[in-house]
Each structure stands twice: as structure tokens, then as C-alpha cells.
């Protein structure tokens, strides 16, 4: 492994302006501020973002035609509902939902790929800073013997004395984007080595075990390795080994028991019910009815891949889950460097994420925005790089 000498292909503000709608989103999962003003705010920025990276000349987009036709069919699939079943929140994704896969999937990597380490930086340095927010909230307290934060999850791995505190609602929201965070702190750690961003990657760390987010924990430990074998490959079976000594640790604990029993059966029997219902409408599904309700259930399902074949069907949500499968297909068949590592290795541990969370490729939240931008790196090529000299040449249709 060697510190990379990345050769900057786009201005320094590009990737600066990639980061933004991430950390504009933060506002939709957090109690900061309202979630309305989360999502206004998010949305313009998409907005501004798209419409920077279609007007500017000198930016190439790409469209993936396999991939265009599979969402957009979800697309149609949405419209088809709405004619039938006519709902706001439907109405909400059907307008959104070609403004987030413009800018997420399509614009995003354009601006990151020629400063990829610039955006890593970045977004490892918005994760320390979430991270030392949420360690100082909890020092605080500790300081003053009350809980002047909300509580957003109970005592860390059972340690009396240790909560997740932080800005999100709840510790799932604060351990995807520590996830997130952790990951991409890692990447630039290995590409770039030094004392700043090992105390940075730390920092990460300690922040996202804090977060006790169980499913974000799955997707790390998948990720990890993958990241790592993306410098070395004896580094990821190294990652391998850790990962397992890291899950009998867990187990002694205790921890791997509790979930199971507190959290996984019960989304069992969840994706169980969703299933059974999706069998009485396979067609349509049932549109974007109360999920909870329609399955007999406290809750949905908690699974970001049912929930698209239990609201729009089987036809719909087999597209939708389609072009999921098909952008990280060509991810895994490009050559393997650090940076497809990184990508890969995000992208795999969003995909186990989504296992046990709800999210969709379309909305405003974190989770749904670095879903689409890792579609977007997944799907970009920089081979076709070069200078811009008509549409044709802008606008690239794979």
C-alpha cells in the first residue's frame, strides 16, 4: 500500500459542492431543526446541484441506458398507482423522484470523480465533526448528572453510564452516517496516511460503536474489508479475520443474543406478514396505504427491499430492485483499484443496511441520497474523460 497520487481532473469546488446535499440532508434525521426545513433545504440544493452540473459546459454526464430503463419503469410503475390510488405522499415521490436520481446518480459522480480524495476528505471531516458533537453532548451530561439531550437510544452494549446522544432521532439514522463516515475515514486514511486522518478515522470509530446501530454495524463489517482490499488483498483477509474475532467478541458479550431476540425476530415476523400480504395483491401491491395497518403489524417491515415489491408490486418493485442489483454489477466487473474498492465496499454495506432499515432511492434523506450517489460511482466511467466540445460529447448514453 502506497499514498496515492491522485491528479486532480476538476476545480476543488466540484466535490465541495457534491457534499453539500449530504450535509444539507442531515437536517431531515435530526432534531435540530423541523423535518420540513430539512426537506426544503435538501431539495433546492438538488436543484442548484443539477442544474449546475447540466448548464456548466466543461461537466460530462452519464446516463446509463440499462439502468435509465429500469428505474424508469419503477417510474411509470408510481404513476400507474397514482391513476388507480391517488395519495400525497405517492404525488411527493413521483416528483422527486427524477430530480434525485438527476442529481444523485448523474451529476454527484461527475463532480467527485476528478477529486475523489478532495470529497473523501470532506466527508470524513463532516463525520468527525458529527461524531465530536455527539461525544461532547455526552460529556456534558456526564458533567451535569442530567439528560439535557434527547434520548435517542438506551445504554451502549449494556454499559450503565453510556448512551448514544447525537443530533439524529434515533441511533439507527446517527449509525448510518457513521457508517458512512467510518468508511469513507478509512479510505482517505490508507490513500493518504499521516497523524490527522488516523486521529480522524478514530474519532469515527468511536463515535459510530457509541451509535450502537446494529444494521449499520453489518454493513461495516462487510464494507471494511472490502475497502481494505482494495489497497491489498492480504489486507482483507486480514480484515476477515478481525471482522470474525470483532463478532465472537459481540457474541460473548451478549450483544449478538439480544439483538437477535429484541430486533431481528421481531422483523422477521414482519417481513413474514409483508409477504403474506403482498401475496393477496402481487400485481399493484398496496400502494402507499398505512404498511403497519395493512400487514397487521405495530410497524412495517423495516427492510428497504420488501417494501418496494409490498407498495408498488411485483412487476414495479422488481425493476426498482433491478437496477439496484445492475449498478453494482458493473461496479464489481470494473477493474479493481482502491477507489472501486471504496466504492464497492460503501455500497455493499448500504445494501445489507437496507436489509433492516427502510430507504428508497428517490428521497432526501441521507441514507436515500448516498444510496443514489454510490449507484452514480458505481455506473460512472472515467475513461471517457476528455474535453467537452459538443452535446454529444457531453452527454454520454452508455
Not at 437536517?27 to 431539495?43: E, H, N
Not at 473523501?120 to 458533567?143: N, Y
Request: hydrophobic share 50%; charged share 10%.
Amino acid at each position: 500500500m502506497g499514498t496515492s497520487t491522485e491528479e486532480p481532473t476538476v476545480p476543488v469546488y466540484d466535490p465541495i459542492l457534491a457534499l453539500l446535499p449530504l450535509i444539507s440532508s442531515l437536517a431531515v434525521t435530526s432534531w435540530l431543526v423541523s423535518q420540513r426545513v430539512g426537506y426544503i433545504m435538501t431539495g433546492a440544493l438538488l436543484v442548484s446541484v443539477a442544474a449546475y452540473g447540466v448548464l456548466m459546459p466543461d461537466i460530462r454526464l452519464q446516463f446509463d441506458a440499462a439502468f435509465l430503463v429500469l428505474i424508469g419503469g419503477y417510474w411509470l410503475g408510481l404513476l400507474v398507482h397514482y391513476y388507480y390510488a391517488p395519495h400525497t405522499e405517492l404525488l411527493q415521490y413521483i416528483a422527486v423522484t427524477p430530480l434525485a436520481v438527476l442529481a444523485t446518480v448523474v451529476v454527484l459522480p461527475a463532480l467527485i470523480d476528478g477529486r475523489r480524495q478532495t470529497f473523501t476528505m470532506g466527508l470524513t471531516l463532516v463525520a468527525t465533526l458529527i461524531a465530536l458533537i455527539g461525544l461532547a453532548m455526552l460529556w456534558q451530561e456526564h458533567q451535569t448528572s442530567e439528560e439535557l439531550y434527547r434520548i435517542v437510544g438506551s445504554s451502549v452494549f449494556g454499559i450503565d453510564g453510556i448512551r448514544t446522544t447525537s443530533i439524529f432521532y434515533n441511533p439507527n439514522g446517527y449509525g448510518f452516517v457513521m457508517m458512512v463516515g467510518s468508511l469513507a475515514a478509512l479510505y482517505t486514511f490508507l490513500a493518504r496516511r499521516g497523524a490527522v486522518w488516523l486521529g480522524a478515522l478514530m474519532i469515527c470509530l468511536l463515535g459510530f460503536v457509541l451509535s450502537e446501530g446494529d444494521a449499520a454495524f453489518v454493513g461495516f463489517t462487510a464494507g471494511s474489508v472490502l475497502v481494505l482490499s482494495g489497497f491489498d488483498r492480504r489486507v482483507g483477509f486480514l480484515g476477515v479475520a478481525v471482522a470474525a474475532l470483532g463478532v465472537y467478541v459481540a457474541i460473548r458479550l451478549g450483544h449478538v443474543g439480544e439483538v437477535m431476540e429484541s430486533t431481528l425476530l421481531t422483523r422477521v415476523d414482519r417481513w413474514v406478514a409483508s409477504l403474506e400480504r403482498l401475496a393477496e395483491d402481487p400485481m399493484l401491491g398496496i400502494g402507499f396505504a398505512d404498511t403497519a395497518e395493512q400487514i397487521g403489524e405495530s410497524r412495517g417491515p423495516h427492510n428497504s427491499y420488501i417494501y418496494p415489491l409490498l407498495n408498488t408490486g411485483i412487476i414495479a418493485g422488481s425493476l426498482y430492485l433491478g437496477a439496484l442489483v445492475y449498478a453494482l454489477g458493473q461496479g464489481i466487473r470494473t477493474r479493481w483499484t482502491p477507489w472501486t474498492g471504496f466504492v464497492v465496499g460503501l455500497t455493499v454495506a448500504i445494501f445489507l443496511y437496507m436489509g433492516f432499515e427502510s430507504l428508497f432511492l428517490g428521497g432526501l434523506s441521507p441514507s436515500s441520497i448516498t444510496l443514489g450517489l454510490c449507484l452514480g460511482l458505481l455506473l460512472y466511467s472515467p475513461e471517457d474523460d476528455g474535453p467537452v466540445t459538443d452535446l454529444r460529447s457531453k452527454f454520454v448514453i452508455r
